[in-house]
């Protein structure tokens, strides 16, 4: 079984420049997280999806960033404009689903790490 | 709002001996899920155990176990026989099973070193 992929795996850019992120989930996952892990901190969930709806975005600073799971399948993450404290390893991470009290395991990605100069 | 301490940023053990790693958590539910996640070196979190707060008996994957005390809300990991394999970022976090979003808390890590 394909484990969730990521791309691309390192980026850098300057401030104010924009960043897109994509990953593809486990299939038939319905659940989607996007983390961000600043050096040094655990990681912070940013948003999750139920197939193609936003289930929390609370911790999603929706002023420069975006998140979208069209199909309910893979999912781009996009930052606009960069700040330099963006610079973190963005994590996407898939289980089957979440809108049951019943465990469902989280499988993470490798990650896109972000420098922002 | 919940959240999960970790006090310990980071730990050595030597080789085949047995290292805790602790975590605290605050929450006033009754019903959730904790776990211990493993971070090597750029490499993908994975995860090594977990434990249902409804269950007493603590959860033991191979040389993983843990010590949970709900009414202390604390969950240590102990890893029995320590491996070079088994350096990494140990993360603990938690997971609430009453109705709502179910999202993940986690903490800021503990990084293990293995001493050969």
């Known amino acids: 079984e394909a484990g969730v992929a990521q791309s691309p795996r390192y980026k850098i850019i300057e401030k104010r420049q924009s960043v897109a992120f994509w990953c593809n989930p486990i299939?038939?996952?319905?659940?989607l997280y996007w983390y961000q892990q600043i050096l040094g901190q655990g990681p912070k969930l940013l948003i999750q999806?139920?197939?193609?709806?936003?289930?929390?975005d609370s911790q999603l600073p929706k002023d420069r960033f975006s998140a979208e799971r069209l199909k309910g399948v893979d999912s781009t993450l996009k930052i606009q404009p960069a700040k330099l404290e963006d610079s973190a390893v963005y994590l996407c991470?898939?289980?089957?689903?979440?809108?049951?009290?019943?465990?469902?395991?989280?499988?993470f990605g490798p990650g896109t790490r972000l420098t922002v100069l | 709002a919940q959240t999960v301490t970790q006090s310990q940023p980071e730990m050595s053990v030597q080789e085949a001996e047995t290292v805790t790693l602790s975590c605290t958590y605050d929450?006033?539910?009754?019903?959730?899920?904790l776990f211990w996640y493993k971070q090597p070196p750029s490499r993908q979190m994975i995860l090594v155990i977990r434990?249902?707060?409804?269950?007493?008996q603590n959860a033991t994957e191979n040389r993983f176990s843990v010590n949970f005390q709900k009414a202390a809300k604390s969950f240590s990991l102990k890893i029995s026989d320590s491996q070079l394999g088994d350096a990494a970022m140990y993360f603990c976090?938690?997971?609430?099973?009453?109705?709502?979003?179910?999202?993940?808390?986690f903490g800021t890590g503990t990084r293990l070193k293995v001493l050969a």
């Open positions: 991470a898939s289980s089957l689903r979440i809108l049951s009290s019943s465990y469902n395991e989280q499988f």
């Open positions: 299939s038939g996952h319905a659940t």
């Open positions: 999806f139920q197939n193609n709806g936003v289930v929390d």
């Open positions: 929450t006033s539910e009754s019903d959730y899920y």
């Open positions: 434990q249902e707060a409804y269950k007493q």
């Open positions: 976090a938690y997971r609430s099973s009453e109705s709502g979003t179910y999202k993940y808390i």
